[in-house]
Each structure stands twice: as C-alpha cells, then as structure tokens.
C-alpha cells in the first residue's frame, strides 16, 4: 500500500482565515513533506520533515507553519494568506533517508484564497 | 547545476501511436537517481519508476518503457499504443545531490491522447 491520504480536497479561504490542511500515511515512512504547485508548473518543495523534525524550510513565508504531531501525521497551517498562495499543496512522505528514496504523493488539496 | 530538461512542453497523439516522451538530465554526481511521475488532471503525482545512475538497463513495464542513456544524459519514457487514460502531465525528476531528501523536477511534459 502506498497510499497518502490529504484533507480537504478543496479549500476556499478569506486572506484574515485560518486553516490547516492535513496530511496522513500509514506506510511507516519517516520522512514527510509539503509542496506547493501552481498551475502548468512543476512542484515547489517547501518543508521537509525527517523523523518528525523539521530538516528543511524552503524560505518559505511564516504564514504558512508547519507541524508534525506524530510519524503518521504531517498539517500544514494556514494563516492571514494572500491571493497568490492559491494553488495545489501536495504531500508526500518517504521511506527513512537511505539514499534518495522514492516519494509518494498524495492527492493533493486545491486552495484558493480570496 | 543540477537541472531537468522536458523540452517537450505539450505533445497530442492519435490513441493507439507509440510516443515518447524526452528528459535531459545534468548532474555533478555519480551517484544520482532519475524518476518518472504522472500528474493526471486529478492532481495527485503517481509514481511510475525510479532508476539510479548504476543501473543502465532499460525497462519494460506494460505499456511503459524507458532508455536510460548515461551517455547522452537521457532517461527519455515511451508508452506504446497510447490510451485516453494516458493523457497527463508527465514529470522527470533528478536526485538532489548531497540532499538525499529533494528532488529537482522537470517543467513537465503535457500530453493529449485524442480518441
């Protein structure tokens, strides 16, 4: 099974929302992370997460925060966003770090901010 | 520096042609690993194959196949007797070298099955 699992599909949110968008794997992989894909371009990495520690931030502005509660489980939360946040955020999670393992996705959520 | 090259930014084929899809590769390592994704207008990515640097041989999955040429720096993917069902965008990524945790995606390729 290679199933990630993303909720909600959709979110349409206003620029003074918050919202968390969440991310779940049950395949006992231990890396976690989020991307951002704008429309008719390739995925943008924004947070890596390595035995539910933050690894990697890609400059990425603090209205997005990132949590990682438990191996399983990766959020994404969402504050005070803008207009061009609005975009497809992908999740994906990989086996422990062993050399350049193959990332899973999940189905992605769409949001558009208002 | 590390890069991907999908010069095929949009492709449409009649169902049931062969076409291939081209990824260029440039990498300073000599240890790296080459992958394909399919993106259909779902959103999800779909892992199809992942390929490291030592391992030339191509191969043959179903309908999919892939040439790997260190060569020429290709890992180029062909699906014979294309369906409705193909149509995607397609993505070739690249191992980050010494960030075990990124990979360098391609632009994507957009290809069109017509019935």
């Known amino acids: 099974d290679t199933e990630v699992t993303q909720t909600p599909k959709h979110l349409v949110m206003g620029m003074t929302n918050k919202k968390s968008l969440k991310c779940e794997q049950h395949?006992?992989?231990?890396?976690m992370y989020w991307y951002k894909q704008k429309a008719k371009k390739p995925p943008e990495l924004m947070f890596v997460?390595?035995?539910?520690?933050?690894?990697i931030n890609e400059s990425v502005p603090s209205r997005f925060s990132p949590e990682c509660p438990n191996s399983s489980l990766l959020n994404l939360h969402l504050h005070a966003l803008q207009p061009e946040d609005s975009a497809l955020y992908l999740c994906?999670?990989?086996?422990?770090?062993?050399?350049?393992?193959?990332?899973?996705f999940g189905p992605g959520t769409r949001l558009l901010v208002l | 520096a590390q890069k991907v090259t999908q010069a095929q930014t949009e492709i449409s084929v009649v169902e049931k042609e062969d076409v291939t899809l081209d990824c260029v590769y440039e990498?300073?390592?000599?240890?790296?690993?080459l992958f394909w994704y399919k993106q259909p207008p779902s959103g999800e990515l779909v892992f199809l194959i992942r390929?490291?640097?030592?391992?030339?041989q191509n191969e043959i999955s179903g309908r999919y196949s892939w040439n790997f040429q260190k060569s020429t720096s290709s890992f180029n993917f062909t699906i014979t007797a294309s369906q409705v069902v193909d149509s995607a965008v397609y993505f070739c990524?690249?191992?980050?070298?010494?960030?075990?945790?990124?990979?360098?995606f391609g632009k994507g390729t957009r290809l069109h099955i017509l019935p």
């Open positions: 990498t300073r390592d000599t240890t790296y690993y």
């Open positions: 994906a999670s990989s086996h422990p770090l062993t050399g350049q393992e193959t990332q899973y």
């Open positions: 997460y390595s035995y539910e520690k933050l690894s």
């Open positions: 395949m006992g992989h231990r890396a």
């Open positions: 390929r490291n640097s030592f391992d030339e």
């Open positions: 990524a690249l191992s980050d070298p010494g960030r075990d945790d990124k990979i360098i």
